[in-house]
């Protein structure tokens, strides 16, 4: 984290979002959210969101006193502030005097005022204007010895198809292709005689016009990220230029794919999310390994600790069903967020609204407003445990293992028609195979296309539908200097404006896997088929597993085949290959495996590669992350499990810093230990 940030305050942040401008007519509430907050040992508040209506109330009319003496009276008392900027909604002046800051819709409608994120980033007024309250609230505010960092906005998303996005969009594509019978032809425009003669020609996709072109869906999202992002390094001008030098992050929303959020890098200096799962939907361990993906997704966005900006505290009303946390998850769960390299635990929201779309979402302090609730005392239970975590404030992970999941090859290979239009498992792929490695206490950093590899001992490679410019020889660099790749099915089958590759797939990593695929079969819901093991295979695989949806078939020409098809025409093929290339080794799976087979299979490709798991037994359901600074590594272990498990945890060379050494760990307990 941003030396500041940690050296100011040296403490897990807890606290979460606080809306004081909803209760500015009751000051007795006011108070009494101090006196709980101290309570609950909060330390934190983010303020400022949304109370553009409240900082300038008309155009040019600021009013910020009201803010300064919340963030002072909360640093008098030792609670910090992580103060928004307005930009997320805006008043109601803004939209009525002008209308080009609201955005239009994929129809060419204009909205009417009213939500969030309703505005365009491209709108000279709107920069202006949000310019204008983010200069001043960084001169007047931003300095306070109160204020941690600025938080910009609120989770960015959506576009705007208005004309002003038209015309930049128009003129970021000559940029990018300079001439339009480039942009033809890296589009494929002849297809259904789409050929543009020039730039003003070309409309962002429409229901009412082109939505099957799929480089220009692939372009537009590229370039509404670029959009975004350039609207989010000017707010963070912005602040600068109002002469405050703190850290600037913005929350981002988990999974969330219309944008690629690797492109905040430039701007933010911390990391921060939003983390909403639905717990008690699957059983708990699985909806905590989808949780730790997501954390590790953020904490590698920047590669150092992030920031837990947002958890609901028992209940999120947005969600089809608002299931109460059990006793014990809201504990598990922030712990969990440390575990994969969060600095703090922060809630929405710390006083449930009392109106309006979110007063029934879960609260710190509900409307009832007493202490005697059962997530407040969780809550201070949660308080308590992390200010006994305070060491791990500033440390660390190093996986040695990484999986590509990219956001660009996402939007391309979702876009695609074919080879099968519903379900296609990209996600899921990526998860078992996160999950494999998480069975095996191995962190593991998710990356994208742009990233090096070369500190991975294992890379994990799901569906790169389409190859970003670089990623061949990376990969390729990779395996002849000693690592061992895992590439996938429908890999290497377009170039980065999504056309394919002629001449053999994987481009230009058939050598380096040792195969070509020739054919890939979607299967229908409910087939299936199996791969077995071939006799005296190199990694001793012994059992049969079950696979669906697709199935490549590949043509060998180097690789040696370690399981082949149980039946079908193409009964025999490969499933799982390996091509010893260069000091490495290239693992090739053809096929939507379950998950068990990937369990395996990791497991035996870790033992290939003599690396240690962190315990000896990791019972399931169990989570092994590791955190380490120079001196000291922190090893986590916690129980998503409801029932105790039986533990055999290292004695030697290991301090306790959270919990009870014992050979058994509770229902979502957690024993935290350090060499
Ligand atoms: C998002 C927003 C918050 C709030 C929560 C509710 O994460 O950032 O302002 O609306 O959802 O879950
Ligand atoms: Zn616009």
């Known amino acids: 984290m941003n030396k500041n940030l940690t050296m100011r305050q040296g403490k897990i942040l807890h606290g979460g979002d606080y809306n004081p401008e909803q209760w500015l007519d009751s000051p007795d509430i006011l108070e009494r959210d101090l006196e709980l907050f101290l309570k609950a040992g909060i330390n934190t508040v983010t303020m400022g969101m949304f109370s553009w209506a409240f900082l300038e109330p008309e155009e040019g009319n600021y009013q910020i006193d009201w803010l300064i003496e919340i963030v002072d009276r909360m640093y008098r008392n030792g609670i910090y502030t992580i103060l928004g900027t307005p930009s997320g909604a805006r008043p109601q002046w803004l939209a009525r005097r002008y209308p080009e800051v609201l955005r239009m819709n994929e129809q060419r409608e204009r909205n009417l005022f009213g939500g969030r994120q309703n505005h365009c980033y491209t709108s000279p007024v709107y920069r202006q204007k949000v310019r204008g309250i983010n200069t001043l609230l960084a001169k007047e505010v931003g300095n306070h010895p109160g204020v941690l960092l600025f938080h910009l906005s609120n989770e960015y998303g959506g576009d705007c198809h208005c004309p002003l996005c038209q015309a930049k969009f128009r003129s970021w594509l000559k940029e990018r292709y300079d001439t339009i019978e480039e942009l033809n032809r890296r589009w494929n425009t002849a297809f259904w005689s789409h050929t543009y003669q020039s730039f003003d020609q070309i409309e962002s996709p429409s229901p009412r016009g082109e939505m099957m072109l799929h480089a220009l869906n692939l372009d537009w999202k590229r370039f509404v990220t670029a959009q975004t992002v350039d609207f989010a390094s000017q707010e963070k001008k912005a602040i600068r230029d109002g002469g405050c030098q703190k850290p600037v992050t913005t929350n981002f929303m988990g999974d969330y794919d219309g944008l690629n959020y690797r492109k905040f890098r430039e701007v933010i200096d911390v990391v921060s999310w939003d983390s909403y799962p639905e717990w008690h939907k699957k059983p708990e361990p699985r909806t905590a390994v989808e949780t730790a993906f997501q954390h590790d997704f953020m904490r590698t966005l920047l590669k150092k600790p992030f920031l837990l900006m947002e958890s609901s505290p028992s209940s999120t009303n947005w969600q089809e069903v608002s299931k109460l946390r059990k006793p014990g998850i809201l504990h598990a769960a922030s712990l969990q967020a440390v575990a994969h390299g969060s600095d703090s635990v922060l809630y929405f929201q710390l006083r449930q609204s009392r109106g309006a779309s979110e007063k029934f979402h879960g609260a710190v302090i509900d409307h009832y407003g007493g202490e005697d609730t059962r997530v407040f005392q969780e809550v201070c239970q949660v308080g308590e445990t992390l200010s006994s975590l305070n060491e791990l404030v500033g440390t660390v992970q190093k996986p040695k293992a990484a999986l590509i999941y990219d956001t660009e090859n996402q939007w391309a290979l979702m876009d695609a028609q074919g080879p099968r239009n519903a379900g296609l498992p990209y996600k899921e792929t990526a998860e078992k195979m996160y999950t494999g490695m998480r069975r095996l206490g191995l962190d593991v950093d998710v990356i994208d296309m742009e990233d090096g590899l ?72 409910g087939e299936e088929n199996a791969a077995v093991p071939v006799r005296d295979n190199p990694l001793s695989l012994q059992k049969s597993y079950t696979c669906q949806k697709l199935c490549e078939l590949v043509k060998v020409t180097e690789a040696d085949v370690i399981m082949a098809y149980e039946k079908d025409f193409y009964k025999g093929l490969p499933v799982l290959t390996c091509n010893q290339y260069g000091k490495g080794k290239a693992y090739y799976i053809c096929a939507d495996m379950e998950q068990q087979f990937y369990n395996d299979f990791l497991e035996a490709v870790l033992k290939d590669k003599n690396i240690e798991k962190p315990l000896p037994f990791i019972p399931d359901g169990v ?21 105790p498990v039986r533990l055999e945890l290292p004695i030697q060379g290991y301090k306790l810093v959270y919990g009870v050494k014992s050979s058994s760990l509770g229902g979502f307990g957690t024993v935290i230990l350090k060499r």
């Open 623 to 643: 989570e092994v992350t590791t955190r380490e600074s120079n001196e000291t590594t922190y090893l986590i272990i916690q129980n998503f499990n409801a029932d």
């Open 454 to 525: 070369k500190e991975y001992h294992i890379v994990l490679i799901p569906m790169i539908y389409m190859f970003r410019v670089g990623i061949e020889d990376k990969i390729r660099d990779f395996v002849k200097n000693g690592g061992t790749a895992i590439m996938t099915f429908w890999s290497g089958v377009t170039d980065d404006t999504d056309r394919c590759y002629l001449g053999g797939a994987p481009g230009k990593l058939t050598e380096v896997f040792g195969l070509r695929r020739t054919e890939i079969d979607g299967l229908y819901d």
